[in-house]
């Protein structure tokens, strides 16, 4: 046995459910199934139940305890009727349940200790047709189930488990990693789990295209673009980031290098204290500078989207932060119980003079405007000609990155509600040493910061 | 009269020469080439005499005391020739005079109170031909004389004090502005001083080119271009800065705006003290840098190989600093017993650490070499992952822009005589309170860099 064989088994060994493990899902499934077909017959409902997801599929990893359940309606039905007949039966299933939403309403509840999701959805014909997002996923099982085999489902348990050891599996907008199903299509496209990490290793360049079907009808702007066999307009990895390829490529070349069984395990950060963030600080010698949030309104919403609204509002504050001449060495965002940007600085104060440069003085009535606005004002320097241009130097608006938090984040393009929060001025800024109270709520973050890996 | 009439009459009653003036520079004048055409004469030397500059063409400033006269020997002479018999016809006429080198030796002295050049050179068939630089210079007389009358040689006069009010007047690589010849050209080709100021305030979009005799062969990177009417191949304002370029379309929308005398005459700068220096930069919040260097080498340089070795060196700390990250305000570069690289700065000092960008993850093997290099390196922080690349935050060489200055100035491109300086360590770095010293030798320099005009 080489030694990434006896790697990749002591893996396994870890993540394959085991015997007593599926044959208890499996029942309680079948049990489930039969619940909804009766709930559907007790009501006179024209319906198919089908099972979908990992668990359905074979491919879910050791302890995952989640069962999916769909209930497919004619598409001749309306939504509301759909909706109503969906919870109905739902609610029937999994009396102890209550109702979530989703693009509908579904119902979420315990069932013999697992965690199931009971989704009505429309029995559309094709993938192509699908009238609401969830329609998609019964094609998913559909394809799948009938093309991996004990083995590559096997590879794909490995693969997730992989992922999530390198920080990149899932698909929702905070980790913007690698779903389920992509992770399945990957895998059979490749034909296992070190196939796939070979091609990513040494022939990824994204972007990279993969159409197991051959059918793509669209294009697509993405570092990773795999065409979801069941609907040629779709890119599987649409969700996935640069990072998170990047990611995969070079975890990919360290194991393919020195096989370890740690890659699939990442072990949690040990959060800094106040005193070590500070420590941290004076050791890079740089600038702390933190906008903090406590509102209900941003931190009650969903993940999906909270993040890309702090990911958005940062990425305004850095370039605000620049444009004014604050060079930001590297920046970052954290929810919790409050949300955070965070910015790390290597310039945060600034003279109470830049310089404003004008328009070429040949150009005429611009040029006189520019001269003229500035001639006679007494708290300016200049005009001067610099080259063919004339030059200022005038006050600067703000002279520290702190000010220009507390006064001018207004003008920088932020998340909607984070926007709304800036506008009534409901955040706090911190500024260098203040930054280290951070590290009651986001210590494992900061250790993260301060010892960043691939 | 008009105000502008009005204005121009006063400065004419300054810049016009007096009959006396005229009387007296004219008979001088006569006496000296007839005493250049004895010496030829003496020596059965074949060659004429001619007067060529402003005085030869009526277009001086009162007060200005050159002469200039020119020997033309066959182009047949070799130049050993040429120059032996140049220095002893030049030797006879000014017995008092010294031997100067331009192009070749020429001899400079006093007579009856005027500064003499006596120049030795070649009468060639046409400018075309030239065999030295000087040759050129009886063609331009040859060519202005038929063509500028009392009234153009008058506005030339009130174009040249102009220009030397603004601070355009002189093609020494100083200065960079307009020789006499472009003025008169110039003057010439827009038929006086207040068309070439309305041309150059609401015509000129640089590059501006003119061609009196239509005639340019070869085409010019410049700002300004007239092509010299007895060369078709040479640009006479080649010299000419963008920045005096547009100073002189600045002024002349000024001086038709408002005609003022106090545009032709500008007035000295009271000179800095150093207490004033540290006042300027403490109410302008900035950082001083200067270099400088005390070294005969470089100061014995005749100004127009001086400047531009100061000009190219300046550039090149100040690329130098900003490519680190210390951003520079302004910059300026003087010389008088001392040479001096003056830097002003919004951001003098930066964290220990700096941000460096590595390869797309991609790109195989110059990934993994960046990733190698840096892994195990306890001194850097990374490598880690942003966006498609690896990024590690690794030790600054060097944390202020005084100590860029002390040891790293060698890394840049400079003039060659400030290069050897650098090398051997012949120089002085001067941070901050410290440059305030610079008051006592460029106090002037320092009042107009703080209250610069156009």
């Given at each position: 046995m080489t030694e990434t064989e006896a790697v990749l088994a002591a893996v396994r060994e870890r993540v394959d459910p085991t015997a007593a493990e599926r044959e208890r899902l499996s029942t309680a499934a079948e049990r489930l199934v039969?619940?909804?077909?009766?709930?559907?017959?007790?009501?006179?409902?024209?319906?198919?139940?089908?099972?979908v997801g990992s668990t359905a599929r074979g491919t879910w990893v050791r302890g995952d305890r989640d069962i999916d359940v769909f209930v497919r309606f004619s598409p001749s039905l309306d939504r509301e009727e759909l909706e109503t007949s969906g919870l109905a039966v739902g609610n029937a299933v999994l009396p102890d349940g209550h109702e979530e939403y989703a693009e509908h309403p579904y119902v979420k509840g315990e069932f013999e200790g697992y965690d199931v999701d009971l989704v009505p959805c429309y029995a559309v014909e094709s993938a192509r047709d699908i009238q609401s997002a969830v329609d998609r996923t019964p094609f998913h099982t559909e394809?799948?189930?009938?093309?991996?085999?004990?083995?590559l489902a096997a590879d794909v348990r490995l693969c997730k488990q992989f992922l999530k050891g390198i920080g990149a599996y899932g698909s929702d907008l905070k980790t913007e990693g690698f779903s389920g199903y992509l992770t399945e299509l990957l895998v059979l496209e490749y034909g296992g789990f070190e196939a796939l990490l070979e091609a990513a290793a040494t022939e990824w360049h994204p972007p990279v295209t993969l159409d197991p079907e051959d059918h793509a009808d669209a294009s697509f702007?993405?570092?990773?673009?795999?065409?979801?066999p069941t609907d040629p307009e779709r890119n599987v990895a649409a969700v996935v980031s640069a990072a998170n390829v990047a990611r995969l490529q070079h975890y990919a070349r360290r194991f393919r290098e020195d096989p370890r069984e740690s890659y699939f395990f990442s072990s949690p950060r040990e959060p800094l204290t106040a005193e070590a963030v500070r420590e941290a600080f004076a050791d890079r010698g740089t600038r702390a500078l933190a906008v903090r949030f406590g509102d209900d309104s941003l931190l009650d919403l969903v993940e999906d989207q909270r993040y890309?609204?702090?990911?958005?509002s940062l990425d305004g504050l850095v370039r605000g932060l620049e444009k004014r001449g604050f060079e930001v060495l590297r920046a970052a965002t954290w929810a919790d119980e409050t949300a955070v940007l965070f910015c790390e600085l290597s310039v945060a104060e600034l003279p109470g003079i830049e310089r404003h440069r004008g328009p070429p003085v040949h150009v005429g009535e611009h040029a006189e405007g520019f001269y003229r606005k500035y001639a006679d004002d007494a708290d300016v320097y200049g005009p001067y000609i610099d080259g063919e241009r004339y030059v200022v130097e005038r006050e600067r608006s703000v002279t520290s990155a702190a000010a220009f938090a507390e006064e001018e984040l207004e003008s920088v393009a932020l998340g909607h509600a984070v926007?709304?929060?800036?506008?009534?001025?409901?955040?706090?800024?911190?500024a260098d040493a203040d930054v280290c109270v951070l590290a009651e709520e986001f210590g494992e973050e900061l250790a993260?910061?301060?010892?960043?890996?691939p």
């Open positions: 039969e619940r909804a077909e009766d709930a559907l017959a007790a009501r006179d409902l024209d319906a198919d139940v089908v099972r394809y799948l189930e009938v093309r991996l085999d004990d083995e702007d993405d570092p990773l673009v795999v065409i979801d890309p609204q702090l990911r958005r926007e709304r929060l800036v506008e009534t001025g409901e955040y706090a800024v911190l993260a910061y301060f010892e960043p890996r």
